[in-house]
């Protein structure tokens, strides 16, 4: 025989108690089960759905799993948490912050080569002729393929000149600048779309101002994310238990 259930697994809950309890409506509750973010509830011979505090906890689960990794990553999440054993789910959820470790790590990192290029702009005061890179140094000096360059140029990112007739690229201070933020920015995790509306700003505004303003924010919002992964935690650990003693 299994173990018995706990006092707490055999309440039986109404839908209204479990949207009270939860903080969602009574046609979300209905919505998220539906959705596979809570187990099925049970139904007694009327058709009334009868639920448990786990079905709580797992919805308290989703409201700040939702938060930290986005709302499909969380239903996805979820769902894996209540078939794998206890040691396959803690991995999981440990990933996840480590996921959100790196991306802090990456931001700050941007942060630094951002204050890094300013100081060097500040120091190096007039733009010489002889710092002008072809398009194989400054692939080498960033670490990307010159490939990479040549699509940022397409995507309006990064605009080198051009000399010879053979149209040889040729990249200016104002044109390693402008690649050596984008390559922080990309570094952080922006998207094309994310870093082109980003030197959009830096050519309207106050530069690497800017950027730095666009990495802090993205500093910030990680730290929303990872406080709401902790958030969760508590009722994480319910949901992983819960499906450890199956």
């Known amino acids: 025989m299994g173990e018995p259930a706990s006092g707490a697994q055999r309440v039986l809950l109404r ?15 209905r919505d998220l089960e539906r959705l596979g973010v809570i187990p099925a509830a049970a139904r007694s011979s009327n058709g009334y759905r009868s639920y448990t505090p786990l079905h709580v906890h797992a919805l308290r689960a989703y409201r700040a799993l939702a938060g930290a990794m986005g709302p499909v990553a969380a239903r996805q999440m979820l769902a894996r948490l209540r078939t794998e054993t206890t040691a396959e789910a803690a991995s999981a959820i440990n990933a996840v912050h480590v996921r959100l470790a790196r991306e802090r790590e990456e931001a700050l990192r941007a942060q630094r080569a951002l204050r890094a290029i300013q100081a060097e702009a500040e120091a190096t005061g007039c733009e010489q002729e002889s710092d002008a890179m072809t398009i194989t140094e400054l692939a080498e000096a960033l670490r ?6 040549r699509f ?24 390693i600048r402008a690649a050596r933020i984008v390559t922080a920015l990309r570094g952080a995790g922006y998207s094309i779309p994310a870093v082109r509306e980003a030197m959009d700003s830096l050519r309207q505004l106050d530069g690497q101002g800017e950027a730095q303003r666009i990495l802090r924010q993205r500093v910030e919002q990680i730290a929303t994310r990872t406080v709401a992964l902790l958030r969760a935690g508590a009722d994480l650990a319910v949901v992983v238990e819960a499906a450890g003693r199956r």
């Open 144 to 149: 990307v393929r010159p490939s990479t360059l």
């Open 152 to 175: 940022w140029e397409q995507e309006g990112l990064v605009t080198p000149e051009r000399v010879t007739s053979l149209r040889a690229r040729r990249y200016g201070l104002p044109a």
């Open 15 to 29: 839908t209204v108690d479990v949207a009270r309890q939860s903080g969602y409506s009574v046609q979300q509750v």
